[in-house]
């Protein structure tokens, strides 16, 4: 009896590459995170752009993204320890931890690359840190970096009592936040720059390299990445690297725009962070989440901020409405799962 | 997978849950005060006259030196209670008194759990910053019934003896009062100003109403609030939302800040939006640490802060506890000294030595204290 | 056999009449007629993908018919969710169960339904009760374990017995047997027996013909969420069920081709690990090593010891001559490995993922350049092994987890045929899946052996170990108990040296 006369099915077609997904606009904007992200911001642009005259200015423009900037350059580290399923708490410390050491180191050594080099080393070693205690203890990394992050907090008061002034006077320093690359045309600030290369750099490496696939591999099924001869904690550690270096560096660019470093900088900020990456669709469980989902995340949280304070609402408001922005995403991304689940 | 992905969810929810209330925790750093209605009494001011006449060289005659005093602080780490307490030390050391510090580090457990630590080693004095104001109030009471004075700090509380800082309405409404004048002689007359404060506490908001009342009994109708903003007293923050509100008030010509990080903030985000420094007025608040001196002394826009000088607060605080534990009566509101501090007069008050600042306490103690410029 | 209630014009307890689903792209079910009585085993057979799911989803209340109509006892009924299905007394048994792993025995039996005494829950009714539930159904389970601690077999079991104490009247049953032992599979029978005694109307779904010829009455067949035929079981042949539901003739179930056995490529040597001793095991090239045992004798830890994916605490494993480092999974693949594990969902598929990444998964670095993806190349070669492993799939980017079972377990041997592999290994490959699939799995496998693939083949059943095996070794209780050769070897030996201790037979 051939191999060939067995059993087969009778329905086998060539598969094609298509996804066949919603075609009205409202099933693609609600297809995907970054579908409903873009219409929430194309929504709220519009909103501010009729009710205030400097919205849309180059200036105005130019203060929002340098501002999301900060956010968006750790949230993309954040967004892939988040999609091989960690998390690192204390990227908001490090904005104090490192701000404090580069500038004394700057003061020590007035070179603008040396104030770089440490903050991004320093980086490197809290995340070789917190990738270790992870991993080698088996301890979840919300543990390790919860502590991590009251550490590096406590390590930045205890290594001043104060805020650390800018004593070196590098003309260069302040231009690390607040110059731009070019003017004409547009201004592009440096931030934005910055932020513009890591966005390209990340999306790339996380759509086309192994190292994103075996990512979403193993974010979604450890397992079985495991058995597929995938790296676990290697791939891990570079995650966990990656997102502490970029928020040294961010940590440093937060030093240039406060011309001093704050011991009390950066509360609150790794909220920002993870929140913004879980709004742009990734998830605590891991092998979910995109960069430019996060990009669009704190782009639309960043324009809201902007927005309330420059109508003169109410502050306060900043809270309640990023609050109630994660809950609609939420509420959006369950209809979507339905969806796409009965599919 | 569908019973994993729920549980998934829950934790996923519960450690966002956490965060927040850990950030919430650390972001609310002090709390309200509601400065005492009515006046003092006659004792009650020739009481507090003896508290700042206190010599340790001539102590009065048959008065009891407290062998130990105790503060319990709010948050040590922060600039304010490390000049604070150091102002205690030195002048405990010069009573001879024993002097201890314990930190609630904005745990409002840890501050109660530290009060009774300091009643069962047998402190004479007890000097109290509360977390919670409110919260504090019965077992401040409860310690306040041992019979030992209780000297609170920074925010009044149920059972305390007397409560010294500064008034800071008061002390805003000098500084904006300066700050008239200073807009009058240098600015055309016109004020627009900025006011980054903190709206979720009443010290800061009386602060930022003082200033703005204070500057507009100078100025009259030229002077307008473009916009108040919430810096949360932090200087990362302060950057941020007076960037975003300079853009759309880019004719803001004076910035006040309710503490010297969110003036110092304010500050930063003018320069960095390319606005001309020669036409900008920075009032700070505090004036606690050496950011707001080297300022001052720069010659930039911060050009005045209204002084707190926590060094001699610390002094009146051993003070004020000596003098009840010996019966003399005390006003609810011992009212610490604050004047704005300029380029002009900070030597009067500080004698800068290398990198430190070194209080003179005959000059602060010699500002009057009524509110009167 | 129990005697059929073959009086069909009483009211039937469940009735679906022109039952129709469709989702975005996919009719799943197509005018569905079905009628169960009281007191029958009704089973549903049919290959994965014919519409089985969806009509036990539509009948629990999880999803709504596009059209038709359903009725309990004559009336019609529209369920909004499955809280309107349990009300209406019935009890679905999920293949993948849905207890609480924290909860003791006795609370998820009681789940959400607690006996309770003065407004405060009766424990002492509620571990009694669940006592005499477990007894009756054989089990020695002490009430108060935690759920967690039991084998799935048990864990099954125990979701019967919450069936039972429910009191339902319609009891629908996904697959109950997929991970029971011959034991319990004859506990499970005896259970259903006594539920049919009570007119209970059961709903049998299954792959296992055997099974279905034990115990049901009668037999529905769907195939592409049509209804093909109901009949009696007594009047139907095996053949007949299969070719219904493939809708053709099958002709050999397996095509066992002789190849010439060729040099060895994997020599195992007094391998150990946990539960494992002395394991000795040798495979030529073009064979295909059956390795047989019951539940619970070992052959799954094998399989991961071999691999690397557990620890082996001794012995060597030589793979073409070089020796595989312990414990890593990495190294074996690199000397030519591949491992298809007992659970595909649990470490094998990336459920999220396509079909394509799913594929490429474990050779990512075969189409990369400097670690850059080259997709194309990537689809092309999915494109060659979805043809040539039959699998269907709508498209390339389809989520694996969309596939029915047989296909998904088509996607995991391409991932591991693409790296080009001397071993293979497979943990109970054809589990949970349908007639049609098995066949085309026991096809590939006799292609990949005469193409001088090593094939190591791990089964608890024996029809597909003999049918597929050139030589059988059997484990019990961690150890190699006996050999067979293909033609040596029959389903009483085979029997005989898994259940049986080597020891006392000898003696004996």
């Not at chain 1, 203890?137 to 104060?162: D, K």
């Not at chain 3, 003065?118 to 374990?145: A, M, Q």
């Not at chain 3, 497979?426 to 349908?434: F, K, Q, S, V, W």
Request: contains cysteine; hydrophobic residues 45%.
């Amino acid at each position: 009896m051939s191999a060939e006369s067995i059993a087969r099915p009778s329905q086998t077609r060539r598969p094609t590459d298509d996804t066949s997904r919603g075609t009205t606009i409202g099933q693609r904007l609600l297809a995907s995170p970054e579908g409903y992200l873009t219409g929430f911001i194309v929504l709220v642009w519009i909103f501010l752009s009729i009710r205030s005259d400097v919205f849309l200015t180059e200036r105005n423009i130019g203060v929002l993204l340098s501002q999301v900037a900060l956010i968006a350059i750790t949230g993309f580290g954040m967004t892939l320890l988040m999609i091989a399923r960690e998390v690192d708490l204390s990227v908001g410390s490090m904005q104090a931890f490192v701000g404090v050491l580069a500038m004394q180191s700057l003061n020590r050594w007035p070179y603008l690359l040396v104030g770089i080099a440490v903050a991004i080393l320093l980086g490197v070693i809290v995340g070789l840190i917190n990738s270790g205690l992870t991993l080698k203890l088996g301890i979840t990394s919300f543990i390790v970096t919860l502590a991590m992050m009251q550490i590096l907090r406590g390590a930045a008061y205890t290594s001043t009592s104060a805020a650390v002034q800018n004593d070196h006077k590098l003309s260069s320093f302040k231009r690390v936040f607040n110059g731009a690359i070019i003017e004409d045309p547009v201004r592009i600030p440096w931030p934005v720059a910055i932020m513009a290369f890591f966005f390209v750099l990340f999306s790339l490496i996380v759509a086309k390299t192994t190292f994103g696939r075996s990512l979403y591999a193993l974010g979604s099924n450890p397992e079985a990445a495991a058995l597929s001869g995938i790296h676990v904690w290697r791939l891990k550690t570079i995650c966990f690297v990656i997102t502490s270096a970029l928020a040294g560096l961010s940590a440093f660019m937060l030093i240039a725009r406060m011309n001093s470093g704050q011991n009390n900088a950066g509360f609150g900020f790794e909220l920002q962070v993870i929140g913004a990456v879980l709004l742009g669709g990734a998830s605590l469980a891991g092998g979910k989440g995109t960069i430019l989902g996060t990009f669009l995340a704190t782009l639309l949280l960043g324009s809201l901020n902007n927005g309330i304070t420059l109508m003169g609402y109410n502050p306060n408001w900043q809270w309640a409405v990023t609050g109630i922005i994660i809950l609609i995403a939420v509420l959006l991304d369950s209809v979507r799962r339905r969806v796409t689940q009965e599919s | 997978m569908t019973k994993k992905s729920l549980w998934h969810g829950w934790t996923a929810r519960l450690a966002l849950a956490m965060v927040a209330l850990l950030a919430l925790g650390q972001i609310a750093v002090a709390q309200d005060a509601t400065p005492e209605a009515g006046g003092p009494t006659e004792a009650q001011l020739a009481g507090d006259a003896v508290v700042r006449s206190l010599d340790p060289s001539a102590p009065p005659e048959g008065w009891t030196i407290p062998a130990k005093v105790g503060h319990v602080t709010n948050y040590l780490v922060h600039e304010w209670y490390q000049n604070l307490t150091k102002g205690e030390q030195a002048r405990a050391d010069e009573w001879g008194i024993e002097f201890t510090i314990n930190d609630a580090n904005l745990d409002l457990t840890k501050s109660l759990a530290a009060v009774d630590d300091f009643l069962s080693q047998g402190i004479d004095v007890l000097n109290f910053t509360p977390v919670n104001e409110e919260a504090s109030g019965p077992k401040i009471t409860e310690a306040a019934a041992t019979g030992i004075p209780i000297i609170c700090e920074s925010s009044p509380t149920d059972g305390c003896t007397t409560l010294v800082s500064i008034d800071d309405y008061a002390a805003g409404f000098k500084v904006g009062v300066w700050a008239g004048d200073y807009v009058n002689e240098n600015l055309d007359g016109n004020a627009v100003i900025l006011d980054i404060g903190l709206p979720a506490l009443s010290t800061t908001v009386a602060r930022s109403q003082g200033f703005i009342d204070g500057i507009t009994s100078v100025l009259g109708e030229n002077a307008t609030v473009a916009q108040s903003v919430d810096g949360n007293g932090l200087k990362d923050q302060a950057v941020q939302v007076s960037a975003d509100a300079l853009t759309a008030h880019p004719d803001v010509n004076v910035i006040f800040g309710i503490n010297d990080d969110s003036a110092l903030g304010g500050m930063q985000s003018y320069e960095a939006a390319g606005l001309d420094m020669d036409q900008l007025l920075v009032v700070g608040f505090g004036c606690e640490g050496n950011a707001c001196k080297d300022a001052l002394m720069e010659g930039g826009p911060y050009k005045v802060s209204a002084a707190m000088f926590p060094e001699y607060q610390g002094r009146l605080l051993i003070d004020a506890g000596i003098a009840a534990l010996n019966g003399t009566e005390l006003p609810a509101h011992t009212i610490a000294p604050s004047t704005p501090i300029t380029a002009d007069n900070l030597a009067d008050f500080y004698t800068h030595d290398g990198e430190e600042y070194t209080a003179n306490f005959d000059a602060i103690a010699a500002l009057s204290i009524e509110g009167e410029s | 056999m129990s005697a059929p209630p073959t009086d069909t014009n009483q009211t039937p307890l469940l009735e679906m009449r022109a039952i129709s689903k469709t989702f975005p792209g996919v009719v799943a079910l197509d005018s569905m007629d079905f009628v169960l009585l009281p007191g029958e085993v009704h089973a549903l057979i049919g290959e994965n993908g014919a519409g089985k799911s969806t009509m036990i989803k539509i009948i629990s209340g999880l999803y709504q018919p596009d059209s038709g109509e359903m009725l309990i006892d004559g009336d019609p009924v529209s369920f909004r969710g499955p809280a309107d299905s349990i009300a209406r007394r019935i009890k679905v048994v999920y293949q993948e169960l849905d207890l609480v792993p924290g909860l003791s025995v006795g609370e998820n039996v009681y789940l959400g339904a607690y006996p309770k005494k003065g407004g405060r829950v009766d424990w002492e009714t509620l571990y009694g009760n669940t006592r005499e539930l477990l007894d009756g159904l054989g089990l020695s389970i002490d009430p108060r374990t935690p759920v967690g601690e039991l084998r799935v077999a048990e864990q099954q079991l125990v979701e019967i017995a919450r069936a039972l104490s429910q009191d339902a009247r319609i009891v629908v049953m996904d697959e109950p047997t997929s991970a029971l032992s011959t034991e319990e599979v004859d506990r499970l029978f005896r259970l259903i027996e006594r539920l049919q005694e009570r007119g209970v109307g059961v709903l049998y779904v299954t792959h296992k013909l055997d099974e279905i010829y034990r115990i049901a009455d009668r037999v529905t067949v769907v195939r592409d969420g049509k209804h093909v035929v109901t009949t009696e079981i007594s009047k139907t042949r095996p053949h007949d069920l299969v070719t219904w539901m493939v809708g053709r003739e099958l002709t050999a179930l397996f095509p066992k081709s002789t190849v010439e056995r060729g040099p060895v490529l994997l020599q195992a040597t007094d391998v150990s690990g946990e539960g494992i001793e002395h394991f000795d095991l040798t495979v030529h090239s073009g064979e295909i090593v059956g390795l047989f045992g019951l539940l619970g004798a070992g052959i799954n830890t094998v399989a991961r010891i071999l691999f690397g994916a557990s620890e082996r605490t001794g012995g060597a494993i030589v793979l073409d001559g070089s020796t595989i480092k312990p414990n890593s999974p990495a190294d074996a693949m690199e000397k030519g490995m591949g491992l298809l594990t007992e659970n595909r969902k649990d470490d094998g598929l990336v459920l999220p993922m396509s079909v394509r990444d799913n594929m490429t998964l474990a050779s990512l670095r075969q189409f990369a350049r400097l670690s850059w993806l080259d997709s194309r190349n990537e689809s092309e070669a999915a494109t060659g092994f979805v043809e040539r492993l039959s699998i269907r799939t709508p498209s390339l980017r389809q989520r694996v987890q969309f596939l029915s079972g047989g296909n998904q377990q088509k996607v995991l041997m391409a991932r591991w045929l693409m790296r080009d592999p001397k071993i293979l290994i497979l943990a109970e490959p054809t589990r949970g899946i349908d007639v049609g699939s098995k066949a085309e799995i026991y096809r590939l496998m006799d292609e990949m052996a005469q193409r001088g693939l090593g094939i190591v083949f791990m089964s608890t059943e024996i029809p597909e170990i003999l049918g597929i095996a050139d030589r059988i070794l059997v484990m019990r209780e961690g150890r190699v108990t006996a050999e067979f050769d293909r033609s040596e070897a029959t389903q009483e030996k085979l029997v005989q040296a898994a259940a049986v201790d080597p020891e006392t037979s000898e003696a004996a």
